[in-house]
């Protein structure tokens, strides 16, 4: 037996020990804009359970994998994500339990993948997201009826006009739900 197959094994289990627990690794995403830096890179991101949650290591905030209306089923989300108004996203939250809830706006500016476009988020984390807006639980100061929100078409890099956006309460868009990391 020669000493690379003698020391084989323990790379292997060295190798093992790095991954997440369920035995496989998030690909990495693909930029459309290889200019701009990575922001959400995969390795940021730790699967939990059946996959079909994230720990974000950055934040330590745990997202559905999933926008609200999508089934996480066979490594995917399924489905269409459901529109809803403010206090019906509220509301998904409280009603699933565990601590989930909508995210504020910067937490939910923290998944935005800044070197890409259509969707301006990690498809390898967050599969099937829809081409539109998110609500946050961040209201707007001074207007009691508007709400911080992001758009996932093209993504805020930064608070301005047509990336972050102000939503009317009344109107109908989609979620993702975020918690504590447990």
Do not use: Y
């Not at 509301?91 to 699933?96: S, Y």
């Not at 998944?111 to 301006?120: G, L, Q, Y």
């Not at 990690?122 to 539109?132: E, R």
């Not at 946050?136 to 972050?164: I, K, L, M, N």
């Amino acid at each position: 037996m020669t000493r690379l197959s003698r020391s084989l094994p323990a790379m292997v289990i060295a190798a093992m020990l790095m991954l997440p627990s369920h035995g496989w690794a998030l690909p990495e995403d693909v930029c459309t804009n290889p200019a701009v830096p990575r922001s959400t890179p995969s390795s940021d991101f730790t699967l939990i359970g059946d996959g079909s949650m994230v720990r974000h290591e950055t934040t330590g905030l745990e997202w559905q994998r999933c926008a609200v209306g999508q089934v996480w089923q066979d490594n995917r989300c399924n489905g269409s994500a459901s529109t809803m108004t403010w206090q019906q996203a509220l509301q998904a939250g409280a009603e699933l339990g565990e601590g989930w809830r909508l995210p504020n706006i910067n937490e939910l500016r923290s998944i935005v993948e800044e070197c890409r476009t259509t969707p301006a988020i990690n498809q390898a984390v967050f599969p099937n997201t829809a081409l539109a807006l998110f609500w946050s639980a961040s209201p707007a100061v001074g207007e009691s009826a508007r709400v911080w929100g992001v758009g996932f078409q093209a993504g805020p890099v930064g608070f301005s006009a047509g990336t972050d956006q102000l939503l009317s309460t009344q109107s109908a868009f989609r979620a993702r739900l975020v918690r504590e990391a447990r």
